[in-house]
């Protein structure tokens, strides 16, 4: 079952993409959908940026949609759930909710695990157990 979540999670995305600016300079957030699919078992991945492309864009409205894969994403923490969208949304490029730009909805690929500003804020391990302790610097 898909969960449209977006009037849930579009603050705390605006909150990251503020946060990140430089990264994301004109991405227009009214412009990504998120929803939660529940697959009723445990999936290999724990969410997905999807982008869009012209035909769906004319009936969503939308360049992109983030989808949190249930129930895997519901056993991380509320830390690693933002972390987690923060990746995703790290997948849309600048320019990608830009019809002008020759990066509209187009998807940034990530080198190795993940995007080196994530890695040099939360370090390579945040999926793990003592990640927010060794994020808060109690470790
Ligand atoms: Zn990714």
Redesign the pocket.
């Known amino acids: 079952m898909i969960t449209d979540i977006t009037e849930k999670v579009t603050p705390i995305a605006a909150g990251l993409i503020k946060q990140f600016d430089l990264y994301f300079d004109d991405v227009d957030i009214s412009l990504v959908k998120f929803v939660e699919n529940d697959y009723g078992k445990v999936t290999k991945f724990l969410a997905?940026?999807h982008a869009v492309g012209s035909l769906y864009e004319y009936f969503t409205g939308c360049c992109y949609i983030i989808e949190f894969a249930c129930p895997i994403f519901n056993t991380l923490t509320d830390k690693q759930k933002e972390i987690v969208l923060l990746?995703?949304l790290?997948?849309i490029p600048p320019g990608g909710t830009d019809p002008d730009n020759n990066m509209y909805m187009k998807l940034r690929?990530?080198t190795i695990q993940?995007?080196t500003p994530i890695t040099e804020r939360y370090g390579v391990n945040w999926q793990w157990k003592d990640f927010e302790a060794e994020m808060l610097g109690d470790k």
């Open positions: 997905k940026c990746h995703e790290f997948h690929q990530h993940d995007f």
